[in-house]
C-alpha cells in the first residue's frame, strides 16, 4: 500500500508538471501564430490511450511516462520529422518565425516551470502559513549520527552560529553546512562555548554517505499515540507518559531510546515512564524490530515553534523569494555533486524522486515537493544539450549572435545526439536505483 500511494503521488507531480511545461510551449506557439500538431501527456510510441483533435492540434495521453511533448509544425524535435522539413516553409511554421519569437516559444515551458513553483509556493503559504524551529528554541540540545559525530559534533551540544553568523530556523544548518561549504560551528557544549572547524573533505564524505540526517534537535519521548497492536500499550503506557529509560539506564530523549532499544530486541525489559510526576515500570518484550509502537508528541509540546499567516496578496513577495532561494540552491547541489568523486553514483531516476514523497498522503508535502520538482525540471531544461529546451536556446542564441542559423542537417544530428545522451542518462539513472535497492 504503501508503495502504491507514492506512486499515485509520483505519476500526479509529474503529470502535473508535465501538462503546465508543454503548456508553456503551446502558448507561447500559439501567441505567435505557430501551429502545434500534437499536445500529448506522455509519450505514445505505437498507440495512444486516449486521444482527439480540436482544430489543428491532437489531444492525448501516452502510455509511457517518461515525459510528455508538444509538436511544433516546422520544428526539428524528437518526432525527428524529416518529411515535413523538406518541404517549403509555411508562414505557420517554427522555422518561418523571428528568431526572438523562436526563443521565447523554447523558453516557454521552463517560464511556465518557475511560475508554476511560484503558484504552489502562494497556495502553500496562504493555506497552511509558514512554521519552523527557530535555532534558538533546540534548547535540549542536538541529536548527530555517525558523519554528525565526525563533524566534530556531540549529543546535546547547542549550535549558536555557523561561520559567527546566526541562521534562523535550524533545519536551514545543514543546508548551510553543507551547499554554503561554512569552515566553523559555534556551539555550546557542557556549558562551554566552543568553535568547530569543520573537516576538510567532510562535504564529500557526507554527500557519499546520503547522511541526510546528520544533525537533527533532540526532544523528550512522551506518547502521543500507539499504533495497532503496540506492546507498550499492552503493557500499560498512557497517552502522555514520558518515557525516561530502560531497566535501570535512563535514556530521556526520543533518540537516546530509539538507540539504545535496539539492544534490547526479542528481550524482556522494564520500560521506565513519568506519569503524573511518579516512576512507573512497565515489564514488557521488545519485538525483533527493536520498536514498542508509540508515537512521540508534536514538536509544538515542546518546543515554541515560529509561525506566520499569509492571504494570497501577503504570500505573493514570500513565494518569490522561496522559488528563487530553491534554484540557487539546486544549481548549488549540482555544481557540489559534479565536483565529488564517483558522482555518478548519486544518480538516480523515478525510484529516488519517488522516495521524496511520504508513506501516507499529506498534500502539504505532496504540493512542497512538486513545487521544488517543478523547479527542478527548470533548471534541467535549460542544459545545452541538443533535444532539451536549453539545446535549442543554445542554437537560437548561436543564430542570433552569428546572424545565420545552423543547418537542418546538423539540427538533425545535434537532436538525435542529444536523444541518445538523454536515453543514456535516464537508463542509468534508473538503473542505478535498482542497484542501489540490492546494496
Known amino acids: 500500500m504503501v508503495i502504491l500511494i507514492k506512486v499515485v503521488q509520483l505519476l500526479l507531480s509529474l503529470s502535473i508538471l508535465v501538462i503546465f511545461h508543454e503548456f508553456g510551449h503551446f502558448i507561447a506557439a500559439r501567441i505567435f501564430k505557430t501551429r502545434v500538431e500534437k499536445f500529448y501527456l506522455f509519450f505514445n510510441p505505437w498507440f495512444s490511450l486516449f486521444k482527439f483533435k480540436k482544430g489543428e492540434t491532437e489531444y492525448g495521453i501516452g502510455w509511457l511516462p517518461l515525459g510528455g511533448y508538444c509538436k511544433i509544425a516546422g520544428m ?33 515551458g521552463v517560464t511556465v516551470n518557475i511560475i508554476l513553483a511560484i503558484c504552489i509556493y502562494i497556495a502553500i503559504l496562504s493555506i497552511w502559513g509558514e512554521q519552523y524551529l527557530p535555532t534558538s528554541e533546540v534548547k535540549y540540545g542536538i541529536s548527530v549520527n555517525a558523519m554528525g559525530f565526525e563533524l566534530g559534533l556531540h549529543n546535546g551540544d547547542r549550535i549558536l552560529t555557523i561561520d559567527n553568523k546566526k541562521v534562523e530556523e535550524f533545519s536551514a544548518i545543514p543546508k548551510q553546512i553543507v551547499l554554503d561549504q561554512a569552515k566553523t560551528i559555534q556551539i555550546i557544549r557542557d556549558n562551554k562555548k566552543m568553535n568547530i572547524q569543520i573537516p576538510a573533505g567532510f562535504v564529500s564524505k557526507l554527500i557519499q554517505s546520503k547522511s541526510a540526517d546528520f544533525i537533527s534537535y533532540r526532544f523528550p519521548f512522551e506518547a502521543k499515540k500507539f499504533v495497532l497492536g503496540s506492546v507498550a500499550e499492552k503493557a500499560g503506557m498512557k497517552v502522555n507518559d514520558r518515557i525516561i529509560g530502560i531497566n535501570d539506564s535512563l535514556f530521556p530523549y526520543f533518540d537516546e531510546f530509539r538507540g539504545a532499544l535496539q539492544r534490547y530486541k526479542n528481550q524482556k525489559v522494564n520500560i521506565l515512564v513519568i506519569r503524573t510526576g511518579d516512576t512507573v515500570k512497565l515489564p514488557l518484550t521488545v519485538p525483533a524490530e527493536g520498536k514498542i509502537g508509540v508515537y512521540p508528541r508534536d514538536l509544538s509540546a515542546f518546543f515554541k515553534l515560529k509561525e506566520k499567516s499569509y492571504n494570497v496578496v501577503t504570500a505573493i513577495p514570500t513565494a518569490f523569494s522561496m522559488t528563487f532561494e530553491k534554484t540557487a540552491d539546486y544549481l548549488k547541489s549540482l555544481k557540489l555533486l559534479f565536483k565529488q568523486e564517483k558522482a555518478y553514483e548519486s544518480v538516480g531516476g523515478f525510484i529516488s524522486i519517488g522516495s521524496l514523497f511520504p508513506d501516507a498522503w499529506d498534500w502539504l508535502t505532496f504540493w512542497t515537493w512538486t513545487a521544488f520538482l517543478s523547479i527542478m525540471l527548470a533548471v534541467i531544461n535549460v542544459l545545452p544539450i541538443p533535444a532539451l529546451d536549453g539545446g535549442h536556446v543554445m542554437f537560437l542564441l548561436y543564430e542570433i549572435i552569428f546572424r545565420r542559423k545552423p543547418s537542418d542537417k546538423f539540427m538533425e544530428y545535434a537532436t538525435m545526439t542529444g536523444i541518445i545522451i538523454l536515453l543514456g542518462i535516464l537508463i542509468f539513472a534508473n538503473l542505478n536505483d535498482i542497484l542501489k535497492l540490492f546494496r
Do not use: H, N
Open 76 to 108: 526539428i524535435d524528437e518526432s525527428m520529422d524529416r518529411e515535413q522539413m523538406k518541404q517549403p516553409p509555411q508562414p505557420w511554421e517554427f522555422r518561418s518565425k523571428p528568431t526572438w519569437q523562436r526563443l521565447i516559444i523554447m523558453l516557454g
